[in-house]
């Protein structure tokens, strides 16, 4: 398993360093066109619902981040699995607060919005670092998209603290 989060620099973007194992798979994604990130195997099997384990074969597989797109994962052996075949939201896949921003640790986008609210601010980005430089996340395999979550987590918080911002400013001309 990788150590995507541990490494200094990495906490953006998850680098697999399979390289090899995943030369072959097809990089875009059949039904939308979309450049696949490689994923581990164990990641998938992971995330499929149970009816689904015995499709998960030794192919190389990729995911689909295009959010309007049905398909989460799909193999260069043609095997491929939508939003209804795996355990759990998807990220990329969904809007709203139950939105998974953090696998590891149980973030909502619904979390990183009430603490703005309240306080003006999230301390959730600061928590998730925090938490992988102690080692603590598994992000290749807990993350459906095999990538270390503190990128999404930033950009949510940033969106939403954009938002909020507006938000009381549109408050605040409204009251004079």
């Known amino acids: ?16 360093a399979a390289g090899e194992s995943h ?8 039904t939308c066109g979309t450049e696949g990130r490689p994923v581990e195997r ?17 192919e ?12 989460v994962y799909y193999g260069d052996g043609g ?22 921003i953090c696998y590891c640790f149980g973030f909502t986008e619904g979390d990183a919005r009430e603490e703005i609210v309240h ?3 999230s301390t959730i980005p600061a928590t998730v670092s925090g938490l992988i430089k102690a080692g603590m996340c598994a992000c290749e395999v807990r993350n459906p998209s095999g990538a270390c979550c503190l990128g999404e987590v930033t950009r949510t918080v940033k969106r939403l603290s ?15």
């Open 1 to 16: 398993m990788s150590d995507c989060c541990a490494a200094p620099g990495s906490t953006e973007s998850c680098n697999i």
């Open 23 to 30: 030369a072959k798979t097809e990089t875009r994604c059949s």
């Open 42 to 58: 164990q990641t998938v099997l992971l995330h499929v619902t149970h009816e689904h384990l015995e499709h998960v074969g030794e």
């Open 60 to 71: 190389a597989f990729r995911f689909c981040a295009d959010q309007q797109c049905p398909v």
């Open 79 to 100: 095997t491929r699995f939508t939003v209804d075949e795996v355990r759990e939201l998807i990220g990329a896949k969904v809007t709203g607060d139950a939105r998974p």
């Open 119 to 121: 306080t003006g601010t």
């Open 162 to 176: 954009d938002e909020h911002e507006i938000t009381d400013e549109r408050t605040a001309g409204a009251s004079t």
